[in-house]
Antibody, heavy 118, light 109 residues
Framework: QVHLVESGGDLVKPGGSLRLSCAAS????????MVWIRQSPGRGLEWISY????????HYADYVKDRFTCSRDNTKKSLSLLMTGLTFDDTAVYYC???????????WGHGTLVTVSS | QSVLTQPPSLSGAPGQRVTISCKGN?????????VHWYQQIPGTAPKLLIY???NRPSGVPERFSGSKSGTSASLAITGLQAEDEADYYC?????????FGTGTRVTVL
């Protein structure tokens, strides 16, 4: 059974940094693209980043380029998102998800809350 | 920036048919990119309901169906049930980015 568990969400001040993690189990992690998505009341669901099965290439949404870095460790079946230069607008629940057939996101974690506040 | 537009809310009585629209443009849905649909019960993560325009993952009831035409897509719920009360989002691809729809809250009367 596919299982994704995010962790690392926290309260952080504007300009601060945070690293999120996503632990995967129940499938061959190294076979799949993975994504990060976030959701906030004001902006709904937003795609953040894709990472290929090998770790390269990685694609980012324009609004996080040069601030967020996605990486993966296939030996540990884990995904990471390093977020720097955080602003109030980055406040959201952050999800990791597996990319499945036709590029739909077929399994999601439960999410981890990031709050940016002074 | 491109947006996938959905009606904010819809409602229907049990057993009725509800159709949720997802309106894009020529750079996303109209460019031939696939559309996917997700159901989100408040307080939980989104769940894939339809992928590749009209395919149901195993375990998704047959009363959910998807279609796509031109620059729009639709999700139909035939025989609405109480447990279908949720938020629904479409998802497609645009120039260099994935896009989600604005979301539709379905209420079962």
């Amino acid at each position: 059974q596919v299982h994704l568990v995010e962790s690392g969400g926290d309260l952080v001040k504007p300009g601060g940094s945070l690293r999120l993690s996503c632990a995967a189990s129940g499938f061959v992690f190294s076979d799949h693209y993975m994504v990060w998505i976030r959701q906030s009341p004001g902006r709904g669901l937003e795609w953040i980043s894709y990472i290929s099965p090998t770790g390269s290439p990685i694609h980012y949404a324009d609004y996080v380029k040069d601030r967020f870095t996605c990486s993966r460790d296939n030996t540990k079946k884990s995904l990471s998102l390093l977020m720097t230069g955080l602003t109030f607008d980055d406040t959201a629940v952050y999800y990791c998800a597996r990319v499945g057939s036709y590029s739909g996101f077929d399994h999601w974690g439960h999410g981890t809350l990031v709050t940016v506040s002074s | 920036q491109s947006v996938l537009t959905q009606p904010p809310s819809l409602s229907g009585a049990p057993g009725q048919r509800v159709t949720i629209s997802c309106k894009g443009n020529s750079s996303n849905i109209g460019a031939g990119f696939d559309v996917h649909w997700y159901q989100q019960i408040p307080g939980t993560a989104p769940k894939l309901l339809i992928y590749g325009n009209n395919n149901r993952p195993s375990g998704v009831p047959e009363r959910f169906s998807g279609s796509k035409s031109g620059t729009s897509a639709s999700l139909a719920i035939t025989g609405l049930q109480a447990e279908d009360e949720a938020d629904y989002y479409c998802h497609s691809y645009d120039t260099s980015q994935d896009l989600f729809g604005t979301g539709t809250r379905v209420t079962v009367l």
